[in-house]
């Protein structure tokens, strides 16, 4: 089987939705064509197309039922001993991690991924005696300014600004690593039924709690 369009045999990968991303409905009508456009190219000459959850797939079969044969699953997933192999490293990030709580979230905020309702829910708790903001510490790494600029401002607002902690990027090891030193990790997933970020399998093999916002 060799497509038409390369000549030779084509495994198109969907990492996420396209077409009908719900994150992605705020887009101009014009786009939102050509993208359904593109994606039913891509279904009808593509040999065979890989999905990462199975909820992405049984979407897509319901959309395109007479070329389900064409579909699969291959989930993401990470290396167990990559991190094992961290873990005697020692703190990534500074030596007050061992006196704060440090929820950490790793990676960029992209895709609706947005922190407001967690930020204020915080800043709650703080007014209710529920977080000592002294020992109390969100860190985002690898936010850029882009991304970060409206959280900050946020941050600023609630007064979150000494709980609240953006870090530059880092080499993947030393991510690797924060994750297994931080108290806790977060994952940010509104609006998302249908895709899981390859991140949640290197948050499970890290071996710490996660807490996961998906409304």
Known sequence: DRS????????????????RAPWREERYSFVKRTV????????RFANRIVFVTPANKAEFSNVYGSRV????????????????????????????????????????????RTPAPLLRAIS???????????????????V?????????????ALGLEDVVQFMPRVSRAESLRAMTTASALLLLQPGHPVSVPAKLYEY???????????Q
């Open 4 to 19: 038409v369009v390369f000549g030779c045999p084509w495994v198109a990968d969907f990492r996420d939705p396209w077409a």
């Open 36 to 43: 359904a456009f593109l994606e039913r190219l891509v279904v």
């Open 69 to 112: 044969e064409k579909f699969s699953v291959v989930p993401n997933g990470c290396d167990p001993a990559e991190i094992d192999s961290l873990r005697s490293t020692g703190p990534a990030l500074g030596p007050d991690e061992v006196e704060n709580f440090i929820l950490l979230h790793a990676g960029s905020l992209y895709e609706g």
């Open 124 to 142: 709650q708790a703080i007014t209710d005696g529920l977080i000592n903001a002294a020992e109390f510490r969100l860190r985002f790494l690898g």
């Open 144 to 156: 850029n300014d882009g991304q970060g600029g409206d959280i900050r401002r946020l941050c600023h």
């Open 204 to 214: 499970l093999a890290a071996g710490r709690p996660i807490l996961a916002v998906t």
